[in-house]
């Protein structure tokens, strides 16, 4: 079969479920995966002919797309913060908003807004780390922090660290459930975390895709617990951020006021809050001045 027939293939099978240029986009990302064909060769080669073992990897991946599994687990991998990245239906998949977050944290060290002994000595916690993306984008920009990641799944785990060997960063990982651990025993400059903060009752506002595939454990919490990993973060922070440490979290648009409020009856100052590129609020950082 040539090329260019599969093309049509997905555009007249996956009309009803998905828009053109996103069918596009999921053919050239298998193109480029099963092929190695980039977007430019399959115009140009619109002929070109494909073995029955590339035929059949096409038409299940085709299958799977008309399920609504993500392209990225189809591909089982995806891009974060201009690196990649392994994923697969053990960790979430990375969201263009938390890359916001990392942003945010490197320009902050380096226009050396935050106050620590020593460059050198920079120190980082990602809890609840999944895919490892924040903490390994975080080790990529930031060489000479030394960066822990932090998570209760081990699968998730085996998956940071696979791209932490991809991206050619040390982290240290810890398997700790967040909810049940009293004491980090570990000091360190900066925790970030993106933790779950989706209620259940929003899951109707949920695309099937995410609700059929992504990790429930990473996603949601109880409808009357909402700040329930946020509480427990910011607690453990007191106790193990160094002095001037700074703490930032992703949050639920829906809480923001209710997040900054926590931290301020926690002691922590400077509070500050920001938008994502949707104009939702979707990030909260505040330090702590201990005396």
């Known amino acids: 079969m040539k090329i260019n027939e599969i093309k049509q293939q997905f555009l007249s099978q996956l009309s009803i479920t998905y828009p053109k240029q996103e069918i596009e986009n999921f053919f ?5 995966k099963y092929l190695g064909l980039k977007r430019i060769d399959v115009a140009l080669n ?5 073995n029955s073992k590339t035929d059949q990897e096409f038409n299940s991946a085709l299958a799977k797309l008309k399920q609504e599994i993500p392209i990225q687990y189809i591909i089982g991998e995806t891009e974060f913060y201009g690196l990649p990245f392994y994923v697969d239906k053990n960790v979430l998949i990375p969201r263009p908003e938390t890359e916001e977050l990392v942003e945010w944290i490197v320009q902050e060290v380096k226009s050396k807004k935050l106050k620590v002994k020593s460059a050198k000595s920079l120190t980082i916690l990602d809890i609840g780390t999944g895919s490892g993306c924040i903490a390994v984008a975080l080790a990529k920009n930031i060489p000479f922090a030394k960066v822990w990641a932090l998570d209760v799944s081990e699968k998730a785990l085996k998956i940071a660290k696979k791209n932490a060997i991809l991206n050619g960063v040390d982290l240290q990982f810890l398997n700790e459930d967040i909810l049940a651990l009293k004491k980090l ?4 400059d900066i925790i970030v975390s993106n933790p779950p903060y989706v209620r259940e009752l929003e899951k109707s506002k949920m695309h099937k895709n995410v609700l059929s595939n992504e990790p429930h454990l990473a996603l949601f919490v109880k409808n009357n617990n909402p700040l329930l990993f946020y509480n427990k973060i910011a607690d453990l922070a007191k106790e193990n951020l160094n002095l001037n440490g700074e703490l930032y979290f992703e949050i639920n648009q829906a809480f923001a006021k209710e997040t900054k ?8 100052q400077n509070i500050e809050s920001k938008k994502d590129i949707f104009g939702n609020d979707r990030m909260v950082k505040a330090d702590l001045f201990q005396i």
């Open 261 to 268: 409020t926590l931290l301020k009856e926690k002691g922590f």
């Open 46 to 50: 619109p002929d070109f002919k494909i």
């Open 185 to 188: 025993h570990l000091q360190f």
């Open 28 to 32: 050239y990302l298998l193109s480029q």
